[in-house]
């Protein structure tokens, strides 16, 4: 007999965010104000914030599953931080959801 495994794979969330002009500190402090809480997060696995020679951040995101992230995205921090977005970003956010398929490390799960 076959059992199936009901462990979901982790998802991410990853994409770059263009300061307006003249915003670049200001969106960078808004979303370093979001690292650390949000790697508090249950289920959070990675959470990193790049920035680009180019001036785009980079944002970096590895949850246990898809309901954890769901769940982080309904905090009212990350609500907050949406409702202002608009007012830094040139344009809206290239994000890029995905399941991830390559094992990740059994001590993170």
Do not use: C, I
């Amino acid at each position: 007999m076959t059992t199936k495994s009901t462990v979901q794979p982790p998802v991410s969330l990853y994409g770059f965010l263009t300061p307006k002009p003249g915003h670049a500190d200001t969106l960078r402090k808004l979303l370093m104000d979001l690292v650390e809480p949000s790697r508090g997060h249950e289920g959070s696995l990675q959470y990193h914030l790049h920035e680009q020679a180019d001036g785009r951040f980079f944002l970096y995101e590895v949850w246990r599953s898809q309901e954890d992230l769901d769940r982080h995205n309904a905090t009212p921090l990350l609500r907050a931080f949406m409702d202002e977005l608009p007012e830094h970003m040139e344009g809206g956010p290239e994000a890029y959801f995905g399941v991830m398929r390559s094992r990740y490390p059994d001590s993170a799960l």
